[in-house]
């Protein structure tokens, strides 16, 4: 249910996972991740892994660290490709693509053999919002991919959150609260919109 749809989505892996609509949260932000996010995030995958899938993008950065934390804490994740789902990108994350395709879910709207290009990954970045109920926005920047997904999801009236940040920092997620942006402590909090969404 978003706008210019995918006409087909390749899969290797659990499609149970892309059922649950409401119990989908997307982390995304960026591949050169604060320390600060680095800290937080871990947390709150925590906090939901049991009960949430929990979704990125297979980069390294936030993404890297959204999948390892939901393994970690025994919960489920989906990882979405800018390539074909037999061209594991970034070669960097081979181990851990592999491991979400084996035991999780790995999908991509490009067939078999197409490699990842730069072009591909703000479309790959509609998918992530696609299939998820709310989006997890950490290290914004203007300009850069993590604000044009925050925005996509806003515009496909998804939930977005996010959590406060210090004063400070170079980042534009307190200035996604004051544009109406959900301010997020806890899992809890997430179920809260879910039930309320």
Same mark, same amino acid.
């Given at each position: ?9 390749? @899969?290797?892996?659990?499609l ?7 119990? &989908? ?9 604060? $320390? ?8 709150l995958?925590k ?6 899938v =929990?979704?990125?993008? @297979?980069? /390294?950065? =936030?993404?890297? !660290?959204a999948?390892?934390?939901a ?9 979405v !490709? ?5 061209v ?7 181990? !851990?693509? *592999?491991? /979400?395709?084996?035991n999780?879910?790995?999908?991509? $709207?490009?067939p ?11 479309? #790959? *970045? #509609?998918?992530i919002?696609? /299939? @998820? *109920?709310? =989006?997890?926005?950490f290290?914004?920047k ?9 925005y996509?999801?806003?515009?496909e009236?998804? &939930?977005? !959150?996010? =959590? ?6 170079p980042?534009? *997620?307190n200035s996604?609260?004051?544009?109406? @942006?959900?301010?997020?402590e806890?899992?809890?909090?997430? #179920? ?6």
């Open positions: 249910q978003i706008h210019k749809p995918p006409f087909a989505l390749f @899969c290797k892996g659990d149970n996972l892309l059922k649950g609509f409401k119990k &989908n949260v997307a982390f995304v932000g960026s591949r050169e991740p604060s $320390e600060y996010a680095s800290k937080q995030l871990p947390l995958v906090d939901i892994a049991l009960d949430h =929990i979704v990125s993008g @297979c980069a /390294i950065g =936030i993404d890297t !660290l999948h390892q934390s393994i970690a804490y025994k919960g489920k994740t989906i990882g !490709l800018g390539s074909g789902i037999d594991p990108y970034p070669h960097s994350n081979l181990s !851990l693509i *592999n491991e /979400i395709a084996a999780h879910l790995l999908i991509s $709207e490009y078999a053999g197409v490699p990842a290009k730069a072009e591909h990954f703000i479309p #790959r *970045n #509609r998918i919002v696609g /299939i @998820c *109920n709310s =989006i997890v926005v290290d914004a203007k300009s850069s991919g993590t604000i044009s997904t925050a996509k999801a806003a515009n009236n998804r &939930n977005l !959150l996010t =959590i406060p940040y210090p004063l400070g920092t980042y534009l *997620n996604l609260i004051k544009e109406g @942006c959900h301010l997020i806890t899992g809890d909090d997430i #179920r809260f919109l879910d039930e309320n969404f």
